[in-house]
C-alpha cells in the first residue's frame, strides 16, 4: 500500500533522511520509535505529501507522490493523518469538526455526513459531546475528535504522529484505546510513537530510526525483546524502566 525507496530529505544544509526504505502492506500496523530528531515525524510528512523530498521515491497505491503533485490533494482523502496537536476549529462543535472534510472536501449529502459522523463519535466513546466546543474538552478528548475528523474521510491508511505526546499521562490511555481498536479492525497503520507498551502489544513490526535512517525493523517483540542493534538496545534502555514497561 505505501512503498518508500532510497528516500532522501534535507532541510538547507541539515540532512534528515538518508536513503530511507519502508514497505506498508493491507491491514499491517508500523511503529516507527526512536530519538528526537531522527527523523521520524519527517518520513510521515513525506509519505502525506506535506513534505517534499530530494531523493527517492514514494509511492502510495501504486502512485508516485511528492508535496506540489496535483495528485496530493487527492491523496490526502485516501491517508488520514493525526498530529501530536489537534488543529481542531474553536468556532466549531466536536460534530462539525468531523464533518468538515466530508461535507466541503467530498461534497457528501449533509444527512449522510451527519449520521455518519454521529457514528464515528459514538466509536470514539464522545457520541455525548457531539454539541460540544473544542475548548470544553479534555486534551485526550480533542485528540479522540481529531482521530474521528480524520476517519470521516474514509482513508485507507492512517498515519500517527505522536498522537499521545502533547497529553497529561492520565489521558493517553484513552486515546490508545481508540487506537487499539483501529487496529483490531484492520486499519492500515503508521505510528511515530513513544510509547513502547503500546507498540509491543498492537505493531506488527517496529523500526527504530536512528541519524535519518532505519537502523533496525522487525516484529515488535524482537525489536523491543531482543534488539540486535547497539543504538536501539542503549534507546530501549533509556525509555524503559526497569520492569520494561514504557514511561
Known amino acids: 500500500m505505501i512503498e518508500v525507496q532510497a528516500l532522501h530529505?534535507?532541510?538547507?544544509?541539515?540532512?534528515?533522511?538518508?536513503?530511507?526504505?519502508?514497505?506498508?502492506?493491507?491491514?499491517?500496523?508500523?511503529?516507527?520509535i526512536g530519538p528526537s530528531g531522527s527523523g521520524k515525524s519527517t518520513l510521515l510528512r513525506c509519505i502525506n505529501a506535506l513534505e517534499s523530498y530530494e531523493g527517492g521515491d514514494i509511492r502510495v497505491f501504486g502512485d508516485r507522490i511528492a508535496r506540489g503533485d496535483r495528485d496530493a490533494p487527492a491523496l490526502r482523502t485516501r491517508l488520514g493523518m493525526v498530529f501530536q496537536r489537534f488543529n481542531l476549529f474553536p468556532h466549531r462543535t466536536v460534530l462539525e469538526n468531523v464533518m468538515e472534510g466530508p461535507l466541503y472536501v467530498k461534497r457528501e449529502p449533509a444527512a449522510q455526513v451527519r449520521a455518519e459522523a454521529l457514528q464515528l463519535l459514538d466509536k470514539v466513546g464522545l457520541a455525548a459531546k457531539a454539541d460540544a466546543h473544542p475548548d470544553q474538552l479534555s486534551g485526550g478528548?480533542?485528540?479522540?475528535?481529531?482521530?474521528?475528523?480524520?476517519?470521516?474521510?474514509k482513508p485507507a491508511a492512517m498515519l500517527f504522529d505522536e498522537p499521545t505526546s502533547a497529553l497529561d499521562p492520565e489521558l493517553v490511555g484513552e486515546v490508545l484505546q481508540v487506537m487499539r481498536d483501529l487496529a483490531a479492525d484492520g486499519m492500515t497503520m503508521v505510528v511515530v510513537t513513544h510509547e513502547m507498551g503500546f507498540a509491543r502489544e498492537v505493531a506488527d513490526r517496529v523500526c527504530f530510526l536512528y541519524g535519518g535512517r532505519i537502523v533496525e525493523s522487525g516484529p515488535a517483540e524482537q525489536v523491543l525483546g531482543a534488539p540486535e542493534h547497539p543504538r536501539t538496545q542503549d534507546f530501549l534502555r533509556r525509555v524503559l524502566t526497569p520492569s520494561g514497561s514504557a514511561h
Open 9 to 32: 530529505k534535507r532541510y538547507g544544509d541539515l540532512s534528515v533522511l538518508h536513503g530511507v526504505d519502508l514497505s506498508i502492506a493491507a491491514g499491517e500496523v508500523v511503529c516507527l
Open 141 to 153: 478528548q480533542q485528540q479522540r475528535v481529531a482521530i474521528a475528523r480524520a476517519l470521516a474521510m
